[in-house]
């Protein structure tokens, strides 16, 4: 088997940075590829197969490139680069980077992480209405939010509203204790966090109480006309297409909504088409409205999480065969 030696120059001021604690990050991709790699002093030898090789030369190029920018290499963005060498163009992955949408409560910069949630974020930006579908932890709930609140603090819209259909498995609202507002907030509750850590809890108060901030079931929108307003609508996938339809002519002048939602997670009835499904069918040619399929690639949990979703994408494939 023929083998191959690279010799790439990198700073001395980035090698901890790109070699991570303890070599994690180098061990990691020598790992993945089957290659060998040795910090060389003023240049870093990587052996093995020229494909392999190759390969492991595009990732420490781009972790340096990353160190560069002053970003910090997590496992998530290691990940990412490994699994996106073979099919991606690299360039493109390095514009994710410099795209920083808001600074959370605590400063802390909110971006896209992966090429997926880029092309996400672009259109919402150039589009009025965005679907956005993909599986749990692809970001799409978190990035509409920042996307709003951006939006919101730049005088682009003057208020931000949050809504979802208060749909669950099982049970039924009535079977809860306490009013309306305390039966629905339990299923309002992942917006409300996504609101703390980007505005901070007392900002968030604050515009609650000024009625520019919010946070409703779906029942609520009936009626109303949202003009000059970001509004998002999470968990799409229990509307019914009657209640898609009523949201989605609730738009007006000067507004902008975001649908986010998992079709593979509808808990409607087995008799109940899903409003999101109808939807992305009935108006995908549509100008002005924006559709994008996030997948498993995009997953920015957990390693693990994205291996989940893997096993039973796979499991709900043999089951259709």
Same mark, same amino acid.
């Given at each position: 088997?023929?083998?191959?030696?690279?010799?790439?120059?990198?700073?001395?001021?980035?090698?901890?940075?790109?070699?991570?604690?303890?070599?994690?990050?180098?061990? *990691?991709?020598?790992?993945?590829?089957?290659?060998?790699?040795?910090?060389?002093?003023?240049?870093?030898?990587?052996?093995?197969? @020229?494909? =392999?090789?190759?390969?492991?030369?595009?990732?420490?190029?781009?972790?340096?490139?990353?160190? %560069? =920018?002053?970003?910090?290499?997590?496992?998530?963005?290691?990940?990412?680069?490994?699994?996106?060498? +073979?099919?991606?163009?690299?360039?493109?992955?390095?514009?994710?980077?410099?795209?920083?949408?808001?600074?959370?409560?605590?400063? =802390?910069?909110?971006?896209? *992480?992966?090429?997926?949630?880029? %092309?996400?974020?672009?259109?919402?930006?150039?589009?009025?209405?965005?679907?956005?579908?993909?599986?749990?932890?692809?970001? %799409?709930?978190?990035?509409?939010?920042?996307? $709003?609140?951006?939006?919101? /603090?730049?005088?682009?819209?003057?208020?931000?509203?949050?809504?979802?259909?208060?749909?669950?498995?099982?049970?039924?609202?009535?079977?809860? @204790?306490?009013?309306?507002?305390?039966?629905?907030?339990?299923?309002?509750?992942?917006?409300?966090?996504?609101?703390?850590?980007?505005?901070?809890?007392?900002?968030?108060?604050?515009?609650?109480?000024?009625?520019?901030?919010?946070? $409703?079931?779906?029942?609520?929108?009936?009626?109303?006309?949202?003009?000059?307003?970001?509004?998002?609508?999470?968990?799409?996938?229990?509307?019914?297409?009657?209640?898609? *339809?009523?949201?989605?002519? =609730?738009?007006?002048?000067? +507004?902008?909504? &975001?649908?986010?939602?998992?079709?593979?997670?509808?808990?409607?009835?087995?008799?109940?088409?899903?409003?999101?499904?109808? $939807?992305? /069918?009935?108006?995908?040619?549509?100008?002005?409205?924006?559709?994008?399929?996030?997948?498993?690639?995009?997953?920015?949990?957990? @390693?693990? &999480?994205?291996?989940?979703?893997?096993?039973?994408? /796979?499991?709900?494939?043999?089951?259709? *065969?």
């Amino acid at each position: 088997m023929e083998m191959r030696e690279r010799l790439l120059e990198i700073d001395n001021g980035y090698i901890s940075a790109i070699f991570g604690r303890f070599d994690s990050n180098i061990k *990691k991709i020598e790992k993945e590829f089957n290659v060998s790699i040795v910090n060389r002093g003023e240049n870093v030898k990587i052996t093995g197969t @020229p494909a =392999r090789v190759a390969c492991a030369e595009r990732v420490v190029v781009s972790l340096e490139a990353l160190a %560069k =920018r002053g970003e910090e290499i997590t496992e998530q963005n290691l990940n990412y680069l490994i699994q996106s060498v +073979s099919d991606e163009d690299m360039g493109e992955i390095q514009k994710i980077y410099g795209d920083q949408i808001c600074l959370t409560a605590n400063g =802390r910069p909110v971006r896209p *992480k992966t090429l997926g949630q880029k %092309k996400y974020v672009d259109l919402i930006r150039n589009n009025t209405i965005v679907f956005g579908i993909g599986p749990a932890g692809t970001g %799409k709930t978190y990035l509409a939010m920042a996307m $709003a609140i951006t939006a919101f /603090k730049n005088n682009e819209v003057s208020r931000i509203i949050l809504t979802r259909p208060a749909i669950e498995a099982g049970e039924k609202l009535g079977f809860l @204790p306490g009013d309306l507002q305390q039966k629905v907030d339990p299923y309002l509750r992942p917006l409300y966090d996504a609101l703390f850590e980007i505005m901070g809890a007392e900002n968030f108060n604050k515009n609650m109480e000024k009625g520019v901030i919010e946070v $409703a079931p779906l029942a609520y929108m009936r009626g109303r006309t949202l003009d000059n307003a970001f509004i998002v609508l999470d968990e799409a996938q229990n509307t019914t297409p009657e209640q898609m *339809k009523m949201f989605l002519t =609730r738009i007006g002048y000067g +507004s902008k909504a &975001v649908i986010t939602g998992d079709i593979t997670q509808i808990d409607l009835g087995s008799d109940k088409r899903s409003g999101l499904s109808e $939807a992305t /069918k009935i108006l995908s040619s549509i100008e002005d409205i924006g559709m994008i399929t996030l997948t498993n690639k995009d997953v920015v949990r957990h @390693p693990l &999480v994205q291996k989940i979703i893997l096993a039973y994408e /796979k499991a709900e494939n043999k089951k259709r *065969k």
